[in-house]
């Protein structure tokens, strides 16, 4: 299995006209995901890769004929909110938001509005998710037969902080033979709509699953509250993390952002040192190498 | 954007907060005049973007306007932590009954903004949080819904305030809670919020900080407001030449992004990276077997050919720099032979041995086998994705070792 995604998952693409959305479709599709409309208000009628192009979200889904599970959404960031709440009054459940630089009281307020009708966001600032072989969501991976060198359908699920090193650490999953079972960009902006605590219940009600790794940078509460979720769940999925960034603990680097918007150091309690110290304390294994994540995750799950 | 304190001080106006009749002056005679129009005795501060004014003796009291005049000259020369002020505010000096803190900040978690009250302002928040929990109050207000009253009455209420004191700082949290959201802000803060003794509320000082990504919608407050002209990007900290030059080669082409800083990096190793995380995660990877990086970068979003050429250019002209690192993690976007093309030629025009110069090129994914053949053409060593970015930036760090 997988989570959020499967084989049957229907979406919709949100700004289709855009160059890097016409790009995203085409990848899409190659890889066999079920794209069934595209929205750019204004151009109805239109094609994208076979794809029928609407003016509104309501227009796809009555032409569908059914409702729709997903979108995703890469419009400007000053049309974003308005596209997303659109997508989640048509009762689109699965939004994927590509989108950079929104600010974060725009981001807040679509996840209030989300949490109202049972809906998740992905991202902003994101890639998408993939199950290996099956569809991806997103730009993912990037072109089908480049995802398909990176990602292998296994065990392990990924959440990732940022895009490219999700794919580089599923790489490196799939090269050990170990595989993914979902990968997650959940995006790098300080508040963003799905974080690794929201996610492991899907991962953890996943038979597939059988250990998680995660991709962190310093900046934010993520982590604690991961921490905090595993510590009161109880949780059978064993947890390995990377901590990029640690050279911003030094303190001629305090104060510079580097990286994602969610990476600036405020304070002590959310720099790359305190976190290592509260993922630990949780039992997650947090290893100091990239390139030993593959060997951790194996020395953790019964074979 | 971070706000000086007089700016700050009219957000707060402009939401219908009380503030003192304020003066800001840019030189000894405007605050002789706005002392002589306040009429009694006042305080003079340096309206500049750091912390520790008073300690570096940046607030100043006087009694009379000539003696207010002459703080004013002696601050507005007074340099602190390295910043000049631009200007001076002078502020009746209030009769104080009582201080209080309130503030509106993000809380990620909840992802809804988070009020703070505190009947003991003045000092540090975070001490007063510490050690006497009981005097903090705390609420969230939604993102969707208008801030009631009542909500920042709770928040108050809390901390045991009530009768006079808790009818006149409700309204004044209620509306600092509405201006965060109305203004994109990511800290509004009023500290003091003074209760005067003839029982007014007033906002003594504030900080105010507004999201970056929501300036170009807030041009009503910023412009006509406040008088921000466009180009006022408010640097917190000085940036380098290295740095100034890497943002004018990306703004000068809209394809790709590159990001370059060098503020506590000087090693020998340049270091031409990205792909998101994949930067912060090379650089450790470096440092940590044994390699000084000379700067910080980023590229990525596929850059032209001329972008990742200026930036390699911008990191080899750089002092003290001897090889450079082209390493990304797996690319989808950015092209490969793009990125190749753009350093080598960056090396080709400044008359240096690509083969000599790049000590290692690890960019796998798009359009891999053309950048190779590239890279081929020029002896260039590179490597795919089998070779770890840990064992990358460790091959790059071997050779120039050996190099020196």
């Known amino acids: 299995m997988s989570i959020l995604l499967n084989k049957d998952t229907t979406f919709i693409v949100q700004g289709i006209t855009g160059r890097e959305a016409v790009n995203l479709t085409k990848e899409c599709l190659d890889y066999g995901s079920k794209i069934v409309g595209g929205v750019t208000p204004g151009r109805l009628g239109r094609e994208v890769h076979g794809v029928p192009v609407f003016d509104t979200v309501a227009q796809a889904v009555e032409s569908h004929g059914s409702a729709i599970d997903g979108s995703i959404v890469t419009v400007p960031p000053g049309f974003t909110k308005d596209a997303v709440v659109e997508a989640i009054a048509n009762g689109i459940k699965l939004l994927v938001i590509v989108t950079e630089r929104i600010p974060r009281g725009d981001v807040a307020e679509m996840v209030e509005f989300a949490n109202l009708h049972d809906a998740r966001i992905i991202g902003p600032n994101c890639l998408g998710l993939i199950v290996p072989e099956v569809c991806k969501m997103g730009g993912i991976g990037g072109p089908a037969k480049d995802a398909a060198k990176s990602y292998k359908p296994g065990v392990v699920g990924v959440m990732s902080r940022s895009g490219g090193m999700t794919t580089e650490i599923s790489s490196s999953l799939t090269a050990a033979g170990l595989g993914v079972s979902t990968a997650v960009s959940i995006g790098g902006d300080a508040i963003i709509g799905s974080t690794y605590a929201e996610l492991m219940p899907y991962f953890e009600a996943d038979e597939q699953t059988e250990a998680i790794v995660i991709y962190t940078e310093p900046g934010g509460r993520m982590e604690a509250q991961l921490s905090e979720w595993k510590q009161e769940n109880n949780s059978r999925l064993p947890i390995v993390a990377f901590m990029a960034g640690k050279f911003m603990d030094d303190e001629e680097m305090q104060g510079m952002s580097f990286g994602h918007a969610g990476t600036i150091v405020e304070g002590k309690e959310d720099s790359a040192t305190e976190k290592i110290i509260r993922l630990e304390a949780a039992g997650i294994k947090v290893v100091e190498r990239i390139d030993e994540i593959p060997e951790a995750v194996k020395e953790r799950i019964e074979r | ?404």
Not at chain 2, 135 to 142: A, D, K, L
Not at chain 2, 215 to 225: F, W
Not at chain 2, 307 to 314: H, I, P, R, T, V
Not at chain 2, 359 to 386: M, Q, T
Request: glycine fraction near 10%.
């Open chain 2, 1 to 404: 954007m971070i706000f000086y304190e007089y700016e700050a001080r009219k957000i707060v106006e402009l939401a219908g907060i009380p503030v003192t009749k304020y003066g800001f002056c840019q030189t000894a005679d405007e605050a002789r005049k706005a002392a002589e129009e306040i009429g009694g005795p006042t305080v003079i501060k340096s309206q500049v973007l750091t912390g520790g004014r008073m300690k570096a003796g940046g607030v100043q009291f006087a009694d009379t306007p000539d003696e207010a005049a002459k703080h004013a000259e002696d601050i507005l020369k007074l340099e602190i932590n390295g910043h000049m002020p631009v200007g001076v505010l002078v502020d009746p000096k209030a009769e104080i009954k009582q201080e209080y803190y309130a503030s509106v900040v993000w809380d990620g978690t909840a992802k809804k903004p988070l009020m703070l009250f505190s009947d003991m302002g003045g000092i540090d928040i975070e001490q007063v949080a510490e050690e006497h929990p009981d005097h903090v109050g705390r609420g969230h207000i939604s993102n969707i819904l208008p801030v009631g009253d009542y909500e920042a009455k709770q928040v108050i209420a809390a901390t045991g305030v009530t009768g006079s004191q808790l009818n006149r700082a409700t309204p004044i949290l209620a509306k600092l809670a509405r201006l965060f959201r109305e203004n994109d802000m990511i800290l509004a803060e009023i500290n003091p919020l003074a209760e005067l003794t003839d029982g007014s509320f007033v906002a003594l000082d504030a900080h105010m900080e507004m999201e970056e990504e929501a300036v170009g919608r807030q041009k009503n407050i910023l412009r006509k407001e406040l008088g921000i002209a466009e180009e006022d990007t408010r640097d917190t900290y000085v940036p380098s030449d290295f740095e100034k030059n890497v943002k004018a080669i990306d703004a000068a082409d809209h394809r790709g992004v590159i990001q370059g800083k060098d503020h506590g990096f000087d090693g020998n190793l340049g270091l031409v990276i990205g792909a998101g995380g994949g930067s912060l995660t090379l650089t450790d990877a470096v440092r940590n077997q044994g390699g000084k990086p000379a700067n910080y970068s980023e590229i990525g979003g596929n850059p032209s050919v001329a972008k990742a050429c200026g930036l390699a250019k911008e990191v080899l002209k750089k002092d003290g720099v001897e090889k450079i690192a082209v390493m990304m993690s797996i690319v989808s976007n950015t092209r490969v032979d793009i990125v190749a093309r753009g350093v080598i030629k960056a090396c080709l025009e400044l008359g240096k041995d690509p083969a000599e110069t790049i000590a290692i090129f690890r960019i796998p994914g798009a359009w891999e086998d053309e950048g190779n053949k590239i890279l081929d053409h020029y002896g260039v060593e590179y490597c795919d994705r089998s070779v770890s970015l840990w064992d990358a930036a460790g091959r790059a760090v071997a050779k120039i070792q050996g190099a020196s």
